[in-house]
T-cell receptor
Framework: AQRVTQPEKLLSVFKGAPVELKCNYS??????LFWYVQYSRQRLQLLLR??SRESIKGFTADLNKGETSFHLKKPFAQEEDSAMYYC????????FGPGTRLSVLP | DTGVSQDPRHKITKRGQNVTFRCDPI?????LYWYRQTLGQGPEFLTY????????KSRLLSDRFSAERPKGSFSTLEIQRTEQGDSAMYLC??????????FGPGTRLTVL
């Protein structure tokens, strides 16, 4: 079975502080992991995927197969990072986690 | 606008009525997905098409739900005999061979 968990429904940090959004998954095969973001009044869009190993908007995520995690990190949060963040797993199908709302306070 | 479009954006219906939603994917994309999203949850997979073939349906999808993609371009999702529990945002996404999904704006269904 495929499953994605995001333990925090809401995460609030101050501008300039580091941020880490947690994601854990379960899947018996070789997964592809993604982070999607939804800004206010916008559609869901891809932020990054583990295969590309890029840094997008200062965010990075490393796939840790031993811990079955794919946490999203940014060293210095900005107010424009405030959004809903969804971790997603592509196994047989796409499975999304419940999402974490990130609020970056001024 | 060459993105994914969905119609209508909002639908209010009475319990027991049938509703149909349309999704127009990005033109060169061969895969099309339907998701349902309720408050406080992430998108939940419903079904997907590769070209005109419906390859997978969620076990959670009741037989009141049916989807088509007759010419491998646009797709429709029909819900028959709607129930209040069907109230949700219905999202469509398209992709080429299952990598980055491009989402539409969604259709918000309210069943009274």
């Amino acid at each position: 079975a495929q499953r994605v968990t995001q333990p925090e429904k809401l995460l609030s940090v101050f501008k300039g502080a580091p941020v880490e959004l947690k994601c854990n998954y379960s899947y018996s095969g070789s997964p592809e992991l993604f982070w999607y973001v939804q800004y206010s009044r916008q559609r869901l869009q891809l932020l990054l995927r583990h295969i590309s190993r890029e840094s997008i908007k200062g965010f990075t995520a490393d796939l840790n197969k031993g811990e079955t995690s794919f946490h999203l990190k940014k060293p210095f949060a900005q107010e424009e990072d405030s959004a809903m963040y969804y971790c997603a797993l592509k196994g047989q199908n796409f499975v999304f986690g419940p999402g974490t709302r990130l609020s970056v306070l001024p | 606008d060459t993105g994914v479009s969905q119609d209508p954006r909002h639908k209010i219906t009475k319990r027991g009525q049938n509703v149909t939603f349309r999704c127009d994917p990005i033109s060169e994309h061969n895969r099309l997905y339907w998701y349902r999203q309720t408050l406080g949850q992430g998108p939940e997979f419903l079904t997907y098409f590769q070209n005109e073939a419906q390859l997978e349906k969620s076990r959670l999808l009741s037989d009141r739900f049916s989807a088509e993609r007759p010419k491998g371009s646009f797709s429709t999702l029909e819900i028959q005999r709607t129930e209040q529990g069907d109230s949700a945002m219905y999202l469509c996404a398209s992709t080429n061979f299952g990598h980055e999904q491009f989402f539409g704006p969604g259709t918000r269904l309210t069943v009274l």
